[in-house]
């Protein structure tokens, strides 16, 4: 915008309009909007409809999949109510961005905006409140069952916890085998080079690597390391495992609900090279799980793991 000096505001000017310029007219026609207001573009008729129809899908399914759309007949949950928590997200996540951006954070509205602490630890709270919450309430107020049957179990706590150290120390070698596994596998249809190049790309695209490799991060450790290590997994396995391969498994038995909850987990990191580590994580959950009947190991082994990857960036480790 040109900036606007004296004449503006009615200070003669320097040099007049020639006449035929000062006095024209302009044409008074439905599209014209005239006067010292400023023009806004309205959406057209289409636009306009399509959000609507976006924004209540959003809304609208998902408190039909979760509140108004009748319980299966089975007395365990399923489909319906898994795509209902995930759809949900959505308006969570657009309403976090939007109020984000009106406060001065606009990390999540602008992904070529660096992120930061306060941005990252409100979605991060609230993604997994959401988790947490909606997850519960489809199993113990929608279908009246106890806490168990989502994997909320805290007898044997030592033991549990114990369990989880040890399949911790499994996923790390794991992890690292899958990517290169996947590195190994893109290179057979793009070339080594390219798959090699494309998993250090991924790398660096982690938003949360240069508020890790920045002085801020470090000073945040405790807050950083709380939040990926505790609060994320909690949330995470009480859907992904509680709820998700819970409700799968009952259906279509353990093999199916393993491998396809673990899919769906890769998938919604929406990664390539990293699927295959990530796939390989969940479904190594999803079996501890099932063996041991409660979340806290797999809560344990995957904050362990997440540890780990927070301090292979500030320790600049290499594997």
Known sequence: MEHLGPD??????????????????????????TGPAAVYLLPSTEQALLTIVALAATVALPLYLLVFRPVSRTGVWGLGEMLGVALLLIPLYLFLAV??????????????????IVPFSIVTIAQNVAFLGLSAYVVMMRYRLDAGRLGLRF?????HLGIGVVVAAAVVPLSLVGEKLAVLLIGL???????????????LQDPLRPMLQSAAGLSL?????????????IGEEVFFRGLVYGGLRSRWGVAIGALTSAAFFAAVHTQVVHAVPIFAL??????TYERTGSLVPAMVAHGINNIVAVLSVWRGWTF
């Open 8 to 33: 503006y505001f009615g200070a003669p000017h320097e040099a007049p309009l020639p006449p035929e310029e000062a006095h024209c007219e302009i044409p008074n026609t439905p599209d014209t909007v």
């Open 99 to 116: 109020s984000l951006s009106l406060v001065g954070y606009e990390a999540f509205s602008e992904p070529s905006k660096p992120l930061t």
């Open 155 to 159: 007898d044997r706590l030592l033991r």
């Open 189 to 203: 249809f793009k070339g080594h080079e390219a798959a090699r190049a494309l998993a250090a790309y991924e790398h």
């Open 221 to 233: 450790a405790p807050l950083i390391l709380f939040l990926l290590a505790v609060v994320v997994p």
């Open 282 to 287: 969940g479904l190594l959950l999803a079996l």
